[in-house]
């Protein structure tokens, strides 16, 4: 009986690199996430997971319908909040203080993962990171993000998730609202959802009353990237926003360096070809 040939070993999962940005612009957020998704889509840059707390903001997915938002243009401006349309599935979305973002920048071929369970691993590192602070959160048939009492008559939303894939890598990504003001949620219809009653962790916990701070922000990114990591069975490395900055212009450069390397070529082919052209004729 031949002897049948030895499995093949199993491949090790590609680190997650995760870098906390601390308070950002959304706008300059919005513009490293496309940065980063040119670079991972050459391959150029690994796996990245952006961690970050936004100045008050409000957000519309494609197709957002605008009369979600509730507030008008006058009180938007009177507290300098900017409404700006992007590429994310989803409806309008309220981005502030108090509120932790991620942003993973994942090209989904080489982890083997579908859009579908690239949810599934957004939603279970948020009930996690919920369930950590002492809140029970889970995901909601139909309704993506992570939520409160969801079996009850009036389930709560305390994470919204809108995902973007361009060139096979994901951009944009979730929401979790650990100690933002609530208030700012009358602005909108939270998801395009009238009704619907945002809550946060310190909500939940009986913690409103306390203003809202990036350390405790900060504290449920630790969280949040090790639980995704986890979902993904992948080592989990953190990085600095000086090491995710330098290690980006260096792709962009090579990349730039390789882009006037062809046109060089080229320009050189040119002649060339024109030369063979005529005698051809």
Known sequence: MDAQPAPLPAQPAQPLRACWLGRIAYRDAWDLQKRLVAARAAGAVPDTLLLLEHDAVLTLGRGADPAHVLATPRQLRARHIEVIPVERGGEVTYHGPGQLVAYPI???????????????????????????????????????????????????????????????????????????????????????????????????????????????????????????????????????????????ADAERAAEAGRAADAERAADAGPALEAAAGVAS
């Open 106 to 248: 994942l090209r989904l071929a080489d982890r083997r993962l579908l859009v579908r369970p690239l949810v599934r691993a957004l939603e279970a590192a948020l009930a996690a990171t919920c369930a950590d602070f002492g809140v029970t959160a889970d995901r909601r048939d139909g309704h993506p993000g992570s939520w409160c009492a969801v079996g009850s008559p009036a389930p709560r939303k305390i994470g919204a998730l809108g995902l973007r894939i361009e060139r096979g890598v994901s951009y944009h990504g979730i929401a979790l609202n650990v100690d933002p003001d609530l208030h700012a949620f009358n602005l909108i219809d939270p998801c395009g959802m009238p009704g619907v009653v945002s809550t946060s962790v310190a909500q939940e916990l009986g913690l409103s009353a306390e203003p809202p701070t990036t350390a405790r922000v900060e504290r449920a990114g630790q969280v949040f990237g090790a639980a995704f990591a986890a979902g993904l069975e992948a080592p989990l490395d953190w990085i600095s926003p000086a090491m995710l900055e330098a290690g980006l």
